[in-house]
Protein backbone atom coordinates (compact mmCIF):
# COMPACT_ATOMS: atom_id res chain seq x y z
CA UNK A 1 0.00 0.00 0.00
CA UNK A 2 2.57 2.59 1.68
CA UNK A 3 5.27 1.60 -1.43
CA UNK A 4 2.71 1.55 -4.25
CA UNK A 5 1.74 5.01 -3.17
CA UNK A 6 5.71 6.37 -3.05
CA UNK A 7 5.84 4.59 -6.48
CA UNK A 8 2.70 6.26 -7.62
CA UNK A 9 4.27 9.80 -6.30
CA UNK A 10 7.06 9.41 -8.24
CA UNK A 11 5.52 8.92 -11.09
CA UNK A 12 3.48 11.89 -10.97
CA UNK A 13 6.34 14.16 -9.60
CA UNK A 14 8.64 12.90 -13.00
CA UNK A 15 6.20 13.34 -14.92
CA UNK A 16 5.51 17.07 -13.76
CA UNK A 17 9.49 17.70 -13.90
CA UNK A 18 9.55 16.43 -17.45
CA UNK A 19 6.81 18.67 -18.49
CA UNK A 20 8.59 21.40 -17.01
CA UNK A 21 11.62 20.91 -19.06
CA UNK A 22 10.72 19.86 -22.19
CA UNK A 23 7.05 21.45 -22.72
CA UNK A 24 8.92 24.90 -23.22
CA UNK A 25 11.10 24.18 -26.33
CA UNK A 26 7.69 23.28 -28.33
CA UNK A 27 5.51 26.26 -29.62
CA UNK A 28 4.91 27.74 -33.02
CA UNK A 29 8.49 27.40 -33.22
CA UNK A 30 10.71 24.84 -31.48
CA UNK A 31 13.45 26.16 -29.79
CA UNK A 32 16.22 23.70 -29.67
CA UNK A 33 17.26 22.89 -26.14
CA UNK A 34 20.97 24.14 -26.34
CA UNK A 35 19.30 27.91 -26.03
CA UNK A 36 18.84 27.13 -22.42
CA UNK A 37 22.78 27.42 -22.01
CA UNK A 38 22.46 30.81 -23.50
CA UNK A 39 19.73 31.57 -20.65
CA UNK A 40 22.73 31.85 -18.32
CA UNK A 41 25.23 33.21 -20.65
CA UNK A 42 25.46 37.18 -21.08
CA UNK A 43 24.67 37.32 -24.54
CA UNK A 44 21.10 38.17 -25.47
CA UNK A 45 19.07 36.08 -27.92
CA UNK A 46 15.59 35.79 -29.46
CA UNK A 47 15.07 32.42 -29.02
CA UNK A 48 16.40 32.72 -24.90
CA UNK A 49 13.94 35.87 -24.58
CA UNK A 50 10.98 33.66 -26.07
CA UNK A 51 12.18 30.51 -23.64
CA UNK A 52 12.51 32.73 -21.16
CA UNK A 53 9.00 35.55 -20.93
CA UNK A 54 6.67 33.34 -23.23
CA UNK A 55 7.11 29.54 -22.96
CA UNK A 56 8.13 29.44 -19.31
CA UNK A 57 5.71 31.60 -17.99
CA UNK A 58 3.15 29.91 -20.18
CA UNK A 59 3.66 25.98 -19.34
CA UNK A 60 4.12 27.29 -15.35
CA UNK A 61 0.75 28.78 -15.73
CA UNK A 62 -1.10 25.58 -17.63
CA UNK A 63 0.43 24.02 -14.76
CA UNK A 64 -0.89 26.12 -11.84
CA UNK A 65 -4.59 26.29 -13.49
CA UNK A 66 -4.71 22.81 -14.39
CA UNK A 67 -3.70 22.14 -10.92
CA UNK A 68 -6.12 24.11 -9.44
CA UNK A 69 -8.95 22.76 -11.88
CA UNK A 70 -8.39 19.12 -11.02
CA UNK A 71 -7.44 19.80 -7.23
CA UNK A 72 -10.99 21.11 -7.57
CA UNK A 73 -12.62 18.73 -9.37
CA UNK A 74 -11.45 14.99 -7.37
CA UNK A 75 -12.62 17.42 -3.79
CA UNK A 76 -16.03 18.42 -5.63
CA UNK A 77 -16.89 14.70 -6.47
CA UNK A 78 -16.69 13.81 -3.35
CA UNK A 79 -17.94 16.47 -1.59
CA UNK A 80 -21.13 16.42 -3.76
CA UNK A 81 -21.10 12.40 -4.19
CA UNK A 82 -21.30 12.69 -7.55
CA UNK A 83 -18.27 11.30 -10.25
CA UNK A 84 -19.27 13.63 -12.67
CA UNK A 85 -18.52 17.23 -10.58
CA UNK A 86 -16.45 19.47 -12.36
CA UNK A 87 -15.52 22.89 -11.75
CA UNK A 88 -16.93 23.46 -15.86
CA UNK A 89 -19.89 21.15 -16.20
CA UNK A 90 -21.37 22.70 -12.91
CA UNK A 91 -21.60 25.92 -14.00
CA UNK A 92 -18.57 27.79 -11.56
CA UNK A 93 -16.30 28.23 -14.07
CA UNK A 94 -19.05 29.57 -16.12
CA UNK A 95 -20.13 32.26 -12.91
CA UNK A 96 -16.48 33.29 -12.90
CA UNK A 97 -16.12 34.17 -16.19
CA UNK A 98 -19.38 36.27 -15.99
CA UNK A 99 -17.63 37.94 -13.15
CA UNK A 100 -14.18 37.92 -14.72
CA UNK A 101 -15.90 39.69 -17.92
CA UNK A 102 -17.90 41.98 -16.24
CA UNK A 103 -14.81 43.78 -14.51
CA UNK A 104 -12.95 43.38 -18.16
CA UNK A 105 -15.65 45.37 -20.21
CA UNK A 106 -16.97 47.73 -17.45
CA UNK A 107 -14.12 50.23 -16.31
CA UNK A 108 -16.49 51.28 -13.66
CA UNK A 109 -15.70 47.73 -11.92
CA UNK A 110 -12.21 47.62 -13.14
CA UNK A 111 -9.79 48.16 -10.47
CA UNK A 112 -6.25 47.29 -10.17
CA UNK A 113 -3.59 46.86 -7.65
CA UNK A 114 -0.21 46.72 -9.11
CA UNK A 115 -0.74 43.06 -11.15
CA UNK A 116 -3.94 42.31 -8.58
CA UNK A 117 -7.48 43.67 -10.44
CA UNK A 118 -11.01 43.01 -9.59
CA UNK A 119 -11.23 40.85 -12.62
CA UNK A 120 -9.76 37.96 -9.80
CA UNK A 121 -12.05 39.26 -7.16
CA UNK A 122 -15.31 39.22 -9.52
CA UNK A 123 -13.99 35.72 -10.52
CA UNK A 124 -13.97 34.65 -7.15
CA UNK A 125 -17.31 36.11 -6.37
CA UNK A 126 -18.74 34.33 -9.09
CA UNK A 127 -17.40 30.65 -8.59
CA UNK A 128 -18.33 31.23 -4.92
CA UNK A 129 -22.45 32.04 -6.00
CA UNK A 130 -21.59 28.84 -8.12
CA UNK A 131 -20.61 26.47 -5.56
CA UNK A 132 -23.07 26.98 -3.03
CA UNK A 133 -25.65 27.20 -5.74
CA UNK A 134 -24.32 23.06 -6.41
CA UNK A 135 -23.54 22.32 -2.99
CA UNK A 136 -27.19 23.55 -2.11
CA UNK A 137 -28.82 21.31 -5.35
CA UNK A 138 -26.85 18.28 -3.66
CA UNK A 139 -27.93 18.71 -0.16
CA UNK A 140 -31.46 18.60 -1.69
CA UNK A 141 -31.49 16.26 -4.17
CA UNK A 142 -28.93 13.40 -2.29
CA UNK A 143 -28.23 10.50 -4.71
CA UNK A 144 -30.02 11.95 -7.87
CA UNK A 145 -26.75 12.88 -9.53
CA UNK A 146 -27.93 14.02 -12.54
CA UNK A 147 -29.95 16.69 -11.25
CA UNK A 148 -27.27 18.54 -10.11
CA UNK A 149 -25.14 18.01 -13.12
CA UNK A 150 -28.52 19.46 -14.91
CA UNK A 151 -28.73 22.55 -12.70
CA UNK A 152 -25.23 23.43 -13.73
CA UNK A 153 -25.83 22.78 -17.37
CA UNK A 154 -28.90 25.69 -16.26
CA UNK A 155 -26.48 27.75 -14.63
CA UNK A 156 -24.38 27.63 -17.61
CA UNK A 157 -26.94 28.42 -20.33
CA UNK A 158 -27.67 31.35 -17.48
CA UNK A 159 -24.18 32.20 -17.63
CA UNK A 160 -24.37 32.32 -21.56
CA UNK A 161 -26.81 34.40 -21.66
CA UNK A 162 -25.39 36.94 -19.28
CA UNK A 163 -22.07 36.99 -21.40
CA UNK A 164 -23.74 37.34 -24.30
CA UNK A 165 -25.60 40.42 -22.55
CA UNK A 166 -22.15 41.76 -21.20
CA UNK A 167 -20.78 41.33 -25.13
CA UNK A 168 -24.07 43.12 -26.31
CA UNK A 169 -23.16 46.39 -24.51
CA UNK A 170 -19.21 46.97 -24.89
CA UNK A 171 -17.34 48.32 -27.09
CA UNK A 172 -17.33 45.88 -29.88
CA UNK A 173 -13.59 46.98 -30.53
CA UNK A 174 -13.13 44.67 -27.32
CA UNK A 175 -14.67 42.06 -28.75
CA UNK A 176 -11.93 40.13 -30.11
CA UNK A 177 -9.65 40.33 -26.72
CA UNK A 178 -13.44 39.00 -25.13
CA UNK A 179 -13.62 35.67 -27.38
CA UNK A 180 -10.47 34.57 -27.07
CA UNK A 181 -10.41 34.57 -23.24
CA UNK A 182 -14.03 33.18 -23.22
CA UNK A 183 -12.25 30.28 -25.76
CA UNK A 184 -9.52 29.54 -23.18
CA UNK A 185 -6.32 30.71 -24.04
CA UNK A 186 -3.37 30.87 -21.95
CA UNK A 187 -1.29 33.00 -24.27
CA UNK A 188 0.26 35.27 -21.72
CA UNK A 189 3.50 37.26 -21.94
CA UNK A 190 5.72 37.41 -19.20
CA UNK A 191 5.46 36.72 -15.24
CA UNK A 192 2.98 39.30 -13.83
CA UNK A 193 0.16 36.98 -14.83
CA UNK A 194 1.54 34.23 -12.84
CA UNK A 195 2.61 36.60 -9.97
CA UNK A 196 -1.14 37.71 -9.85
CA UNK A 197 -2.51 34.38 -9.14
CA UNK A 198 -0.20 33.27 -7.15
CA UNK A 199 -2.49 34.62 -3.47
CA UNK A 200 -5.65 32.91 -4.83
CA UNK A 201 -3.44 29.94 -5.66
CA UNK A 202 -1.63 29.25 -2.77
CA UNK A 203 -4.52 30.71 0.08
CA UNK A 204 -6.93 27.84 -2.11
CA UNK A 205 -4.05 25.07 -1.40
CA UNK A 206 -3.52 25.97 2.09
CA UNK A 207 -7.38 25.26 2.67
CA UNK A 208 -7.51 22.30 0.02
CA UNK A 209 -4.74 20.19 0.02
CA UNK A 210 -4.95 19.41 3.85
CA UNK A 211 -8.48 18.16 3.71
CA UNK A 212 -7.25 14.52 2.22
CA UNK A 213 -8.37 11.93 4.84
CA UNK A 214 -11.70 14.08 5.87
CA UNK A 215 -12.08 13.68 2.23
CA UNK A 216 -11.82 10.00 2.02
CA UNK A 217 -14.38 9.22 4.74
CA UNK A 218 -16.66 11.29 3.12
CA UNK A 219 -16.08 9.19 0.13
CA UNK A 220 -17.06 6.54 2.29
CA UNK A 221 -20.33 7.89 3.60
CA UNK A 222 -21.24 11.37 4.93
CA UNK A 223 -23.03 10.36 7.88
CA UNK A 224 -20.52 7.79 8.77
CA UNK A 225 -17.60 10.64 8.31
CA UNK A 226 -19.87 12.62 10.48
CA UNK A 227 -19.80 9.87 13.39
CA UNK A 228 -15.99 9.04 12.99
CA UNK A 229 -15.39 12.81 13.97
CA UNK A 230 -15.04 14.86 10.49
CA UNK A 231 -17.02 18.04 11.00
CA UNK A 232 -18.10 17.71 7.71
CA UNK A 233 -20.05 21.38 7.55
CA UNK A 234 -16.29 22.48 7.66
CA UNK A 235 -14.60 20.66 5.21
CA UNK A 236 -17.50 21.11 2.75
CA UNK A 237 -17.31 24.97 3.71
CA UNK A 238 -12.95 24.31 3.32
CA UNK A 239 -13.93 23.07 0.03
CA UNK A 240 -15.93 25.39 -1.84
CA UNK A 241 -13.98 28.28 -0.40
CA UNK A 242 -11.08 26.76 -1.69
CA UNK A 243 -13.02 26.00 -5.37
CA UNK A 244 -13.64 29.61 -5.57
CA UNK A 245 -10.17 30.91 -4.97
CA UNK A 246 -8.67 28.14 -7.44
CA UNK A 247 -11.28 28.14 -10.43
CA UNK A 248 -11.74 31.53 -9.56
CA UNK A 249 -7.71 32.52 -9.96
CA UNK A 250 -7.63 30.08 -13.15
CA UNK A 251 -10.54 31.40 -15.14
CA UNK A 252 -9.72 35.42 -14.21
CA UNK A 253 -6.53 34.55 -16.20
CA UNK A 254 -7.31 31.70 -18.61
CA UNK A 255 -11.16 32.07 -19.09
CA UNK A 256 -13.16 28.94 -18.22
CA UNK A 257 -11.34 25.71 -19.43
CA UNK A 258 -13.57 22.66 -19.20
CA UNK A 259 -13.27 19.24 -17.97
CA UNK A 260 -9.66 18.91 -16.99
CA UNK A 261 -11.39 19.05 -12.91
CA UNK A 262 -13.50 15.53 -14.88
CA UNK A 263 -10.81 14.12 -16.37
CA UNK A 264 -8.27 14.04 -14.34
CA UNK A 265 -9.26 12.99 -11.32
CA UNK A 266 -11.43 9.85 -13.29
CA UNK A 267 -7.89 8.93 -14.83
CA UNK A 268 -5.82 9.39 -11.43
CA UNK A 269 -8.50 7.14 -9.47
CA UNK A 270 -8.59 4.41 -11.97
CA UNK A 271 -4.46 4.28 -11.89
CA UNK A 272 -4.02 4.95 -8.50
CA UNK A 273 -7.01 3.99 -6.35
CA UNK A 274 -9.79 5.92 -4.35
CA UNK A 275 -7.30 7.16 -1.37
CA UNK A 276 -7.77 11.02 -1.50
CA UNK A 277 -4.97 11.87 0.73
CA UNK A 278 -2.48 10.88 -2.17
CA UNK A 279 -5.58 11.33 -5.04
CA UNK A 280 -5.90 14.87 -4.05
CA UNK A 281 -2.17 15.86 -4.54
CA UNK A 282 -2.00 13.32 -7.85
CA UNK A 283 -4.55 15.02 -9.80
CA UNK A 284 -3.30 18.78 -9.20
CA UNK A 285 0.09 17.23 -10.62
CA UNK A 286 -1.39 15.45 -13.07
CA UNK A 287 -3.75 18.25 -14.20
CA UNK A 288 -0.98 20.47 -14.33
CA UNK A 289 0.94 18.36 -16.50
CA UNK A 290 -2.08 17.49 -18.99
CA UNK A 291 -3.16 20.87 -18.97
CA UNK A 292 0.64 22.18 -19.91
CA UNK A 293 0.91 19.36 -22.50
CA UNK A 294 -2.96 20.46 -23.88
CA UNK A 295 -1.41 24.02 -24.34
CA UNK A 296 1.67 22.72 -25.67
CA UNK A 297 -0.38 20.96 -28.53
CA UNK A 298 -2.53 24.20 -28.75
CA UNK A 299 0.69 26.15 -29.51
CA UNK A 300 2.18 23.46 -32.19
CA UNK A 301 -1.20 21.78 -33.89
CA UNK A 302 -1.97 24.97 -36.21
CA UNK A 303 1.42 26.59 -36.05
CA UNK A 304 2.60 29.20 -36.99
CA UNK A 305 -0.53 30.78 -35.59
CA UNK A 306 -2.19 28.76 -31.97
CA UNK A 307 -5.86 27.73 -31.00
CA UNK A 308 -7.32 28.24 -27.47
CA UNK A 309 -6.60 25.50 -25.07
CA UNK A 310 -10.15 25.21 -24.20
CA UNK A 311 -11.02 23.73 -27.22
CA UNK A 312 -9.04 21.07 -27.03
CA UNK A 313 -9.92 20.41 -23.47
CA UNK A 314 -13.70 20.57 -24.22
CA UNK A 315 -12.76 18.31 -27.76
CA UNK A 316 -11.22 15.50 -25.57
CA UNK A 317 -13.50 16.17 -22.41
CA UNK A 318 -16.96 16.42 -23.57
CA UNK A 319 -17.18 12.51 -25.45
CA UNK A 320 -15.22 11.07 -22.50
CA UNK A 321 -17.91 12.57 -19.87
CA UNK A 322 -20.29 11.72 -23.09
CA UNK A 323 -19.14 7.91 -22.60
CA UNK A 324 -19.34 8.35 -18.98
CA UNK A 325 -22.97 9.33 -19.06
CA UNK A 326 -23.65 6.57 -21.25
CA UNK A 327 -21.95 3.59 -19.08
CA UNK A 328 -23.41 4.45 -15.46
CA UNK B 1 -26.45 4.38 30.77
CA UNK B 2 -24.53 2.00 32.75
CA UNK B 3 -20.88 1.63 31.87
CA UNK B 4 -20.43 -2.13 30.32
CA UNK B 5 -23.98 -2.67 30.19
CA UNK B 6 -25.71 -4.07 26.22
CA UNK B 7 -29.12 -1.79 25.82
CA UNK B 8 -30.97 -2.48 22.88
CA UNK B 9 -33.79 -0.35 21.66
CA UNK B 10 -36.57 -1.74 20.34
CA UNK B 11 -40.13 -0.33 18.73
CA UNK B 12 -42.08 -0.28 15.66
CA UNK B 13 -40.95 1.63 12.46
CA UNK B 14 -41.47 5.36 12.70
CA UNK B 15 -41.24 5.32 16.44
CA UNK B 16 -38.57 7.39 17.00
CA UNK B 17 -35.74 4.93 17.49
CA UNK B 18 -32.86 6.13 14.63
CA UNK B 19 -33.78 9.82 15.84
CA UNK B 20 -33.37 8.98 19.18
CA UNK B 21 -29.92 7.43 18.62
CA UNK B 22 -29.01 9.71 16.02
CA UNK B 23 -29.22 12.88 18.49
CA UNK B 24 -27.64 10.53 21.11
CA UNK B 25 -24.60 10.47 18.66
CA UNK B 26 -24.50 14.32 17.65
CA UNK B 27 -25.39 13.39 14.35
CA UNK B 28 -28.70 15.50 14.09
CA UNK B 29 -29.07 18.43 15.74
CA UNK B 30 -31.69 18.95 18.53
CA UNK B 31 -34.28 21.05 17.83
CA UNK B 32 -34.75 22.25 21.43
CA UNK B 33 -32.56 20.86 24.73
CA UNK B 34 -28.93 19.69 24.41
CA UNK B 35 -27.61 16.16 24.48
CA UNK B 36 -25.51 15.44 27.51
CA UNK B 37 -21.81 13.91 27.02
CA UNK B 38 -20.29 13.54 30.49
CA UNK B 39 -21.78 16.61 31.80
CA UNK B 40 -21.21 19.04 28.66
CA UNK B 41 -23.64 19.58 25.75
CA UNK B 42 -22.72 17.81 22.54
CA UNK B 43 -23.30 20.97 20.40
CA UNK B 44 -20.25 22.54 21.88
CA UNK B 45 -17.98 19.59 21.99
CA UNK B 46 -15.44 19.14 18.92
CA UNK B 47 -16.44 16.66 16.61
CA UNK B 48 -13.39 14.47 16.97
CA UNK B 49 -14.22 14.91 20.73
CA UNK B 50 -17.34 12.93 20.55
CA UNK B 51 -16.29 10.51 17.98
CA UNK B 52 -13.56 9.27 20.72
CA UNK B 53 -16.30 8.81 23.08
CA UNK B 54 -19.24 7.88 20.95
CA UNK B 55 -18.99 5.07 18.40
CA UNK B 56 -22.08 5.40 16.06
CA UNK B 57 -22.79 3.68 13.29
CA UNK B 58 -25.96 4.62 10.62
CA UNK B 59 -28.35 2.41 9.36
CA UNK B 60 -26.71 2.59 5.32
CA UNK B 61 -23.51 2.91 4.77
CA UNK B 62 -23.13 3.94 0.31
CA UNK B 63 -19.97 4.12 -0.50
CA UNK B 64 -19.27 6.19 -3.49
CA UNK B 65 -15.36 5.16 -4.40
CA UNK B 66 -14.05 1.42 -3.82
CA UNK B 67 -12.06 1.40 -0.73
CA UNK B 68 -10.83 -1.94 0.46
CA UNK B 69 -11.51 -3.51 3.97
CA UNK B 70 -8.79 -2.17 6.20
CA UNK B 71 -8.50 1.23 4.76
CA UNK B 72 -12.21 1.10 5.91
CA UNK B 73 -11.38 -0.10 8.95
CA UNK B 74 -8.42 2.47 9.70
CA UNK B 75 -11.09 5.27 8.88
CA UNK B 76 -12.59 5.09 12.09
CA UNK B 77 -9.36 5.93 13.94
CA UNK B 78 -9.63 9.33 11.87
CA UNK B 79 -10.09 11.28 15.56
CA UNK B 80 -7.15 9.25 16.88
CA UNK B 81 -4.55 9.74 14.21
CA UNK B 82 -6.21 10.52 11.21
CA UNK B 83 -7.50 7.77 9.57
CA UNK B 84 -4.76 5.83 7.77
CA UNK B 85 -2.67 3.04 7.85
CA UNK B 86 0.35 4.62 7.97
CA UNK B 87 1.60 4.25 11.18
CA UNK B 88 2.49 0.76 13.44
CA UNK B 89 0.37 1.11 15.70
CA UNK B 90 -2.42 2.26 13.77
CA UNK B 91 -1.87 -0.82 11.68
CA UNK B 92 -2.14 -2.95 15.22
CA UNK B 93 -5.24 -1.39 16.36
CA UNK B 94 -7.01 -2.10 12.95
CA UNK B 95 -5.86 -5.78 12.80
CA UNK B 96 -6.87 -6.04 16.10
CA UNK B 97 -10.14 -5.34 15.89
CA UNK B 98 -10.75 -7.00 12.51
CA UNK B 99 -9.56 -10.04 14.24
CA UNK B 100 -11.85 -9.30 17.36
CA UNK B 101 -14.55 -8.73 14.58
CA UNK B 102 -13.95 -12.04 12.38
CA UNK B 103 -13.16 -10.21 9.32
CA UNK B 104 -8.91 -10.64 9.16
CA UNK B 105 -9.61 -13.16 6.41
CA UNK B 106 -11.31 -10.39 4.18
CA UNK B 107 -8.11 -7.99 4.27
CA UNK B 108 -7.35 -6.37 0.66
CA UNK B 109 -11.37 -6.95 -0.53
CA UNK B 110 -13.44 -3.82 -1.91
CA UNK B 111 -15.42 -3.01 0.83
CA UNK B 112 -18.69 -2.36 -1.34
CA UNK B 113 -18.19 -5.63 -2.21
CA UNK B 114 -19.08 -7.57 0.51
CA UNK B 115 -22.45 -9.13 1.44
CA UNK B 116 -24.15 -7.32 3.83
CA UNK B 117 -23.24 -9.27 7.09
CA UNK B 118 -18.88 -8.69 6.50
CA UNK B 119 -20.08 -5.33 5.81
CA UNK B 120 -21.33 -4.56 8.89
CA UNK B 121 -18.49 -6.20 10.81
CA UNK B 122 -16.24 -4.50 9.16
CA UNK B 123 -18.19 -1.59 9.99
CA UNK B 124 -18.42 -2.73 13.53
CA UNK B 125 -14.38 -3.02 13.59
CA UNK B 126 -14.00 0.37 11.98
CA UNK B 127 -15.40 1.79 15.48
CA UNK B 128 -14.35 -1.07 17.85
CA UNK B 129 -10.54 0.00 16.54
CA UNK B 130 -10.62 3.60 18.37
CA UNK B 131 -12.04 2.11 21.73
CA UNK B 132 -14.55 4.16 22.62
CA UNK B 133 -16.64 3.94 25.76
CA UNK B 134 -19.86 3.89 24.20
CA UNK B 135 -21.22 2.03 21.06
CA UNK B 136 -24.35 3.39 19.61
CA UNK B 137 -25.73 1.61 16.57
CA UNK B 138 -28.55 1.65 14.14
CA UNK B 139 -30.27 -1.38 13.35
CA UNK B 140 -26.97 -3.48 12.80
CA UNK B 141 -28.60 -7.09 11.49
CA UNK B 142 -31.25 -4.93 8.88
CA UNK B 143 -31.01 -7.26 6.15
CA UNK B 144 -29.02 -10.03 7.89
CA UNK B 145 -30.14 -13.95 7.43
CA UNK B 146 -31.46 -14.67 10.92
CA UNK B 147 -27.76 -17.17 11.75
CA UNK B 148 -25.31 -13.55 10.81
CA UNK B 149 -27.85 -11.67 12.98
CA UNK B 150 -27.53 -13.99 16.11
CA UNK B 151 -23.78 -14.36 14.90
CA UNK B 152 -23.08 -10.32 14.99
CA UNK B 153 -25.34 -10.09 18.48
CA UNK B 154 -23.14 -12.76 20.04
CA UNK B 155 -19.90 -10.84 19.11
CA UNK B 156 -21.22 -7.92 20.52
CA UNK B 157 -22.44 -8.65 23.58
CA UNK B 158 -19.01 -10.59 24.30
CA UNK B 159 -17.12 -6.90 23.59
CA UNK B 160 -19.80 -5.33 25.49
CA UNK B 161 -18.62 -7.39 28.50
CA UNK B 162 -15.26 -6.60 28.47
CA UNK B 163 -14.73 -2.70 27.41
CA UNK B 164 -18.19 -0.80 26.69
CA UNK B 165 -21.22 -0.14 26.64
CA UNK B 166 -23.79 -0.47 23.46
CA UNK B 167 -27.23 0.69 22.46
CA UNK B 168 -28.56 -0.91 19.63
CA UNK B 169 -31.53 0.10 17.70
CA UNK B 170 -33.03 -3.29 16.47
CA UNK B 171 -36.73 -4.12 15.54
CA UNK B 172 -36.05 -7.55 15.65
CA UNK B 173 -37.82 -8.33 19.18
CA UNK B 174 -36.45 -11.56 19.63
CA UNK B 175 -32.74 -11.14 19.25
CA UNK B 176 -32.94 -8.45 21.44
CA UNK B 177 -34.80 -10.21 24.28
CA UNK B 178 -31.43 -12.96 24.26
CA UNK B 179 -28.72 -11.29 24.30
CA UNK B 180 -29.78 -7.78 26.00
CA UNK B 181 -29.45 -6.33 29.67
CA UNK B 182 -32.17 -4.02 29.18
CA UNK B 183 -34.70 -3.43 26.55
CA UNK B 184 -36.08 0.29 26.02
CA UNK B 185 -39.32 0.29 23.80
CA UNK B 186 -39.71 3.38 21.82
CA UNK B 187 -42.78 4.64 20.02
CA UNK B 188 -44.61 7.21 18.77
CA UNK B 189 -41.35 9.64 19.69
CA UNK B 190 -41.19 8.43 23.54
CA UNK B 191 -39.74 6.06 25.92
CA UNK B 192 -42.80 3.47 26.86
CA UNK B 193 -41.28 1.07 28.65
CA UNK B 194 -37.69 0.18 30.08
CA UNK B 195 -36.50 -2.38 32.17
CA UNK B 196 -34.97 -5.98 31.56
CA UNK B 197 -36.23 -7.97 28.47
CA UNK B 198 -38.25 -9.89 30.53
CA UNK B 199 -40.69 -7.63 31.84
CA UNK B 200 -40.44 -4.91 29.15
CA UNK B 201 -41.69 -7.62 27.04
CA UNK B 202 -44.75 -7.97 29.05
CA UNK B 203 -45.85 -4.69 29.65
CA UNK B 204 -48.89 -3.12 28.34
CA UNK B 205 -47.02 -0.66 25.85
CA UNK B 206 -45.64 -3.40 23.96
CA UNK B 207 -48.99 -5.93 23.91
CA UNK B 208 -50.34 -2.73 22.72
CA UNK B 209 -48.32 -2.04 19.89
CA UNK B 210 -47.33 -5.66 18.48
CA UNK B 211 -50.34 -7.71 20.01
CA UNK B 212 -53.16 -7.68 17.33
CA UNK B 213 -51.54 -10.72 15.09
CA UNK B 214 -48.28 -11.67 17.51
CA UNK B 215 -48.17 -13.27 20.82
CA UNK B 216 -45.19 -13.15 23.39
CA UNK B 217 -44.11 -17.00 24.05
CA UNK B 218 -42.39 -18.14 26.98
CA UNK B 219 -38.76 -19.06 24.83
CA UNK B 220 -38.96 -22.90 24.58
CA UNK B 221 -35.89 -23.28 26.20
CA UNK B 222 -37.60 -23.45 28.97
CA UNK B 223 -34.70 -20.79 30.64
CA UNK B 224 -36.51 -17.51 31.18
CA UNK B 225 -37.40 -15.23 28.61
CA UNK B 226 -39.97 -14.78 25.63
CA UNK B 227 -40.17 -14.71 21.82
CA UNK B 228 -42.31 -12.92 19.81
CA UNK B 229 -44.34 -15.14 16.96
CA UNK B 230 -47.69 -14.88 14.98
CA UNK B 231 -50.39 -16.61 16.57
CA UNK B 232 -51.75 -19.23 13.80
CA UNK B 233 -54.83 -18.31 12.13
CA UNK B 234 -57.67 -20.83 14.30
CA UNK B 235 -59.53 -22.95 12.12
CA UNK B 236 -63.09 -22.53 12.85
Redesign the interface.
Known amino acids: ??KKRVSHGIFYVGLALAAFFCLPFWGAESTPFGVIFQLLGEEQNVAAEILLHHRFPRVLLAFVCGMGLAACGAAL??ML?N?LAEPFVLGIAGCAAVGASLALSFSGLFVHWGPFSSVQLLAFGGAMMAVGLSLKMAARFGGATETVILAGVTVNILCGALMLLIRYSVDPSQLVVMDRWLMGGLDVVGWSNLFAMLPLILIGSVLLFPLG??L??M???A?????????VARVRFRICLATGLLVGAAVAVSGPIGFVGLIVPQAV?RISG??M?SGLVFSALAGGVFLAFCDMLARTLVAPTEMPVGILTAMIGGPLFLRMLWVR | MVKKEFCCIVGPNGGGKSTFLQLL?G?LPPEKGQILLNGLPLGTL???????K?????QE???????NTE??VA??R??VD?????ASSTRKAVFAAMEKTRVAHLRGRS?SRLSGGERQRV?LA?VLCRQPEMLLLDEPTTGLDPHHGAEFFRLLKRECRDHFAALVVSHDLNLAAVFADRMVFIDKGGILADGPPHEVLQSRALTDAYGKFMRFWPHPDNEGGFVLLPEREKAS
Open positions: MHQVEPPSNLALDGLALAHGVPRPDR | AVLRKEVAGLGYLPVRPLYSFSVMGFCGGHLGFLS
